[in-house]
């Protein structure tokens, strides 16, 4: 059973561009939140997708955007790069409706460095 | 707005003794969920163990055990028997339960835990 899975794990970007990265959740999973993590710190919530709509929003810019896919697994994309945004994205998947036995999986993340 | 803060950055501990991680949050939610996760060098955020508000009995895993006080809005976890492999990152996690049962996670800054052999 794979868990969850992202691509690409490292990347260099350079400022003022966009990236994309991507999540394939744990399966049987419908939900999917995304991360942002600088190092040294917690990670931050982006936001979550459900029934291919964001669903929750943390204070994000709207250079900040996703996608969900029929198949549940979801995209991040980030416009106009800024160097502050070189951080470690994390993808969590879990399902919904089942309250607290719903067990939130996450990814390795994907190592984004803009230079 | 709920906030968690984990006040110690870096603590160290013997390999086979206990250390107690602290954590606090602030909330004006009765119900919510707390957890404790583990982030080692490969990255991947790991449950540890994870707390119900309501209930009072405080939460074990094996070695990981938690000491919830409500009305403090206190979280520690105790680790026992430490083990070289529990040098990781820590990090101390908020849950409301709110209209969605998915609720978004919120961390604390995190502490770095060394286990010496």
């Known amino acids: 059973d794979a868990g969850v899975t992202q691509s690409p794990t490292h990347l260099i970007k350079t400022r003022g561009q966009q990236v994309t990265l991507r999540c394939s959740p744990k399966?049987?999973?419908?939900?999917v939140s995304w991360y942002q993590q600088a190092l040294g710190q917690g990670p931050q919530f982006i936001f979550q997708y459900y029934e291919e709509e964001e669903r929750q929003r943390g204070n994000f810019p709207d250079r900040f955007s996703g996608h969900q896919f029929p198949n549940y697994s979801s995209e991040l994309n980030v416009n106009a790069l800024l160097l502050g945004d070189s951080a470690l994205y994390l993808c969590?998947?879990?399902?919904?409706?089942?309250?607290?036995?719903?067990?939130?999986?996450f990814g390795e993340g994907s190592w984004l460095t803009v230079v | 707005a709920q906030t968690v803060t984990q006040s110690q950055p870096e603590m160290s501990v013997q390999e086979a003794e206990t250390v107690t991680l602290s954590c606090t949050y602030d909330t004006s939610e009765n119900n919510y969920y707390l957890f404790w996760y583990k982030q080692p060098p490969s990255r991947q955020m790991i449950l540890v163990i994870r707390?119900?508000?309501?209930?009072?009995q405080n939460a074990t895993e094996n070695r990981f055990s938690v000491n919830f006080q409500k009305a403090a809005k206190s979280f520690s976890l105790k680790i026992s028997d430490s083990q070289l492999g529990d040098t990781a990152m820590y990090f101390c996690a908020f849950m409301t339960h709110g209209s969605s049962n998915t609720g978004k996670l919120i961390f604390g800054q995190g502490t770095t835990l060394q286990v010496k052999p």
């Open positions: 969590a998947s879990s399902l919904e409706g089942r309250g607290f036995g719903n067990t939130i999986y």
């Open positions: 707390q119900e508000a309501y209930k009072q």
């Open positions: 399966s049987g999973h419908d939900t």
